[in-house]
């Protein structure tokens, strides 16, 4: 059974960093690209960040490049992303998604706020 | 950026009613992909190569389009269906979603 569990999500102050992880199981991690969506509270989805296979490479929205890191730990199977200079518009629930978006972790919920 | 405009925004549908959704790019993509979310809940791929079910998802749901125009119908609206509904495209990125249709039971 495929498994994301996101974690690591939590009341930040603006300016601050954090740092979330997907642990995933159930299937073999190292061949698939993974993405980080967001969802704001009560608002749409938005894609956030994907990393290939290997992490060969990886890709980001305008709104985040220069503060969010996507990286992977194919040998723990767990993705991460690494948000820094956080601001109130990062305030949402980060979901880690499988390959095309096939799979959906339930999410965790960062909120920023002094 | 591809923007993706659903529509409509809301709908209310009652049992066994048809149900529409409609997804409209601002330019061409190849492929539409249909995501389900229940309230509270973490999104579930629906629809994928604009027309295939995911395992899973009842065959009164359909997916078709082409172009810039693409829609997700329901044949007959259950109980089980009201939830958020998102278009999504692969075709270039940043990989978008249409705004959200929210589904609800009348």
């Known amino acids: 059974e495929v498994q994301l569990v996101e974690s690591g999500g939590g009341l930040v102050q603006p300016g601050r960093s954090l740092k979330l992880s997907c642990a995933a199981s159930?299937?073999?991690?190292?061949?698939?690209?993974m993405s980080w969506v967001r969802q704001a509270p009560r608002k749409g989805l938005e894609w956030v960040a994907c990393?290939?296979?290997?992490?060969?490479?990886?890709y980001y929205r305008d709104s985040v490049k220069g503060r969010f890191t996507i990286s992977r730990d194919d040998a723990k199977n767990t993705l991460y992303l690494q948000i820094d200079s956080l601001k109130s518009e990062d305030t949402a629930t980060y979901y880690c998604?499988?390959?095309?978006?096939?799979?959906w972790g339930p999410g965790t919920m960062v909120t920023v706020s002094s | 950026e591809i923007v993706l405009t659903q529509s409509p925004t809301t709908i209310a549908a009652s049992p066994g009613e048809k149900v529409t959704i409609t997804c409209r790019a601002s330019s061409s993509v190849s492929y539409m992909y249909w995501y389900q979310q229940r309230s509270g809940a973490s999104p579930k791929l629906w629809i994928y190569d604009t027309s295939k079910l995911t395992s899973g998802v009842p065959i009164r749901f359909s997916g078709s389009g082409s172009g810039a125009s693409y829609s997700l119908t329901i044949n007959t609206m259950e109980t089980e269906d009201a939830a958020t509904y998102y278009c999504q495209q692969w075709t270039s990125t940043p990989w978008t979603f249409g705004g959200g249709t929210k589904l609800e039971l009348k």
């Open positions: 998604t499988k390959g095309y978006f096939d799979f």
């Open positions: 159930g299937f073999t991690y190292s061949n698939y690209i």
């Open positions: 990393i290939t296979t290997g992490g060969g490479n990886t």
